[in-house]
């Protein structure tokens, strides 16, 4: 099984790239993002997952980042969600909007995707809600900038919001969006912007 593979980009398609790792080309899928950011001669690195479809040729799937890779997986896990819709939803938002979407509910983020309808957003709502936790504070984290992390706001909305019962994880993802959007907020505005996400 592939994990990682590193080489020079030789072709950038819709969906997919051509990598050439000493002379042997990779047709590797790759969110929308990566397209976008990668030209013909670049050296790149990917993470890999592949997929044995039956009757089919393996198919590997490309990820820049750890956490890109363990949503992917988490959403394959959902029922009606195979590699391609869930390769999909990682191309409409990054993964800290992705997951912040999950524990808000925010089914309308989810199902911009391509050929994922309202039914399949809840569902990756419903089944990964309570399995997201990991993947959402690294990617949370991941996300935050210097300026959020060294804000006393940010420690004490997510302290408050714990102390009204909501996990921390959850906090943790939604304080950081909110913080992120509006860092100059008062602590109790980032509460009550936090609290409208998890409504």
């Known amino acids: 099984m592939i ?3 590193t080489g020079i980009i030789d072709s950038v398609f819709e969906s997919k790239i051509i990598l050439d790792v000493s002379g042997v080309g990779y047709e590797i899928t790759v969110p929308t993002p990566v397209i976008e950011s990668v030209r013909s ?20 799937y490309g990820f820049s980042t750890r956490h890109e890779k363990e949503l992917f997986h988490l959403l394959t896990t959902v029922q009606g969600v195979g590699p391609k819709a ?4 990682l191309s409409v938002a990054s993964v ?5 979407a999950v524990i808000s509910g925010d089914t309308a983020l989810i199902s911009r995707a391509s050929g ?14 309570d399995k ?5 504070v690294d ?28 996990p921390k994880t959850e906090a943790g993802v939604i304080v950081s969006q909110v ?13 009550r912007k936090s609290l409208a996400k998890f409504t």
């Open 116 to 129: 994922v309808g309202q039914k399949t957003a809840a569902r990756v709502v419903s089944e990964l809600k």
């Open 96 to 100: 800290e909007k992705l997951v912040g």
């Open 86 to 89: 869930s390769m999909a939803i």
């Open 179 to 191: 913080m992120n959007a509006e860092p100059s907020l008062a602590v109790g505005e980032v509460i």
């Open 41 to 60: 001669g670049d050296n790149a690195s990917f993470l890999i997952a592949e997929t044995m479809p039956q009757d089919s040729a393996p198919v590997l």
């Open 3 to 5: 994990a990682k593979l």
């Open 139 to 166: 990617a949370a984290v991941d996300g935050i900038s210097a300026e959020v992390k060294s804000n006393p706001t940010t420690a004490d909305a997510i302290s408050a919001l714990v102390n009204l019962g909501y």
């Open 132 to 136: 997201i936790g990991k993947v959402g």
